[in-house]
């Protein structure tokens, strides 16, 4: 007899959510650790004023690495297909991220070890690649989503891939790309606009507000381009009550597939709006140096363009271009669902705890970081 209080199909359902939702978290709080990152050579242009940069987000940038910890654990434990074959086949790619964000801490840690020009400037220019690289590569990765991923499976689920790293820059996931480094670099230009003055300042709200412009047409151009490609549907009945088998369902590719559940489920188009509105919002804030305005603009833009990919995408996770009918979906992917509602349980107890500490922390390394406040803090970067 099943005594688990939430229905398998439930449970799934959550799973799908809470995915998305670290999935924002990290992009909300982490992102801004990236497009500060990936802004620093540009918005600050002597030592004094990188050093300034680099202590409004040194003090928080670790904590801000749990989201990503979270959503790797999550699809890890929750959705171990997902987890295999989106790790084995981004590999590389995966790879390049990491080293990416490996040159972060080190560079906080040895920039400030030698006065020498040469030496701070080549570890700011490590920032920049440690901010704008993984988020052009995430934003690659969402694209190629969209597209399908070549990988099949064979009778005993094992998975097969067939592409390579340079087969992920397809045009369109590079424009996804671009997006995603766009859309986080005004978000760092929201944050750096915030938290400083004078000239810093100003250069961030100008590239901010050429960021959340492009991030406008990026997105706008990216719609109009998915909804003249190949969508993926379920074809056959599938079970939400049923075991996580793929090969248990048919699916096809229809034009344009990806808007169906816009048109089937209307208030979805909420994300979307919300994608278009931050932007604006973003832009019109830093246009008037109204800097929380700019940053909760930002805020709104990241949920809004990433609940659009997931909506479009649902219930797939992860489909597939050489075998659509191996394409994972929250109905066939997910762990059994005794494993989903002991995670569920964990999730309740220890995301307020993470919320509730990130708040703390925010609200302690808050207020205008100047040269004369890092001058009164011995352990400023």
Request: proline share 5%; net charge positive; charged share 10%.
């Amino acid at each position: 007899m099943n005594t688990i209080p939430l229905d398998y199909e439930i449970l799934r359902l959550i799973w799908w959510a809470l995915l998305g939702i670290l999935l924002m978290g990290f992009a909300v709080m982490g992102g801004n650790d990236l497009g500060v990152g990936a802004l620093l050579p540009f918005v600050a242009r002597n030592d004094e004023e990188r050093r300034v940069v680099i202590n409004i987000v040194g003090p928080t940038w670790e904590g801000n690495q749990v989201w990503l910890v979270l959503g790797g654990g999550a699809i890890f434990a929750a959705w171990p297909a997902l987890y295999a074959v989106s790790f084995s086949g981004f590999y590389l790619a995966m790879i390049t991220i990491l080293l990416a964000l490996i040159l972060r801490p080190v560079a906080f840690k040895f920039r400030g070890k030698m006065k020498d020009p040469t030496w701070r400037s080549t570890w700011d220019w490590a920032l920049f690649i440690g901010g704008f690289v993984p988020a052009l590569i995430f934003g690659v990765a969402v694209g190629n989503v969209l597209l399908g991923v070549p990988f099949d499976l064979d009778a005993t689920l094992r998975a097969s891939y067939t592409g390579n790293f340079f087969g992920l820059l397809r045009p369109f996931a590079l424009l996804s790309g671009l997006l995603s480094v766009s859309m986080l670099v005004a978000h760092g230009a929201a944050v750096i606009a915030l938290r400083t003055d004078g000239k810093v300042a100003d250069r961030a709200r100008l590239y901010g507000r050429a960021a959340a412009l492009a991030s406008i047409l990026l997105f706008a151009v990216g719609g109009l381009w998915v909804s003249m490609m190949n969508g993926y549907a379920v074809t056959s009945v599938q079970d939400a009550l049923g075991p996580s088998n793929p090969l248990y369902k048919t699916v096809s590719l229809v034009s344009g597939g990806w808007l169906s559940n816009y048109a089937n489920h209307p208030w979805m188009i909420a994300a979307p709006v919300l994608g278009f509105v931050g932007s604006l919002l973003a832009f019109v804030g830093l246009s008037g140096r109204a800097s929380k305005t700019a940053l909760l603009g930002t805020t709104i833009a990241i949920v809004g363009i990433i609940a659009t990919a997931g909506l479009s995408l649902f219930p797939f996770l992860l489909p597939s271009s050489i075998d659509p009918a191996a394409s994972l979906t929250v109905w066939d992917a997910s762990s059994s669902h005794l494993t989903l509602f002991i995670m569920l349980i964990a999730t309740i107890v220890f995301l307020p705890i993470v919320l509730l500490y990130t708040g703390f922390v925010f609200r302690v390394m808050r207020g205008t970081v100047t040269p004369t406040s890092l001058g009164r803090n011995p352990n400023a970067y």
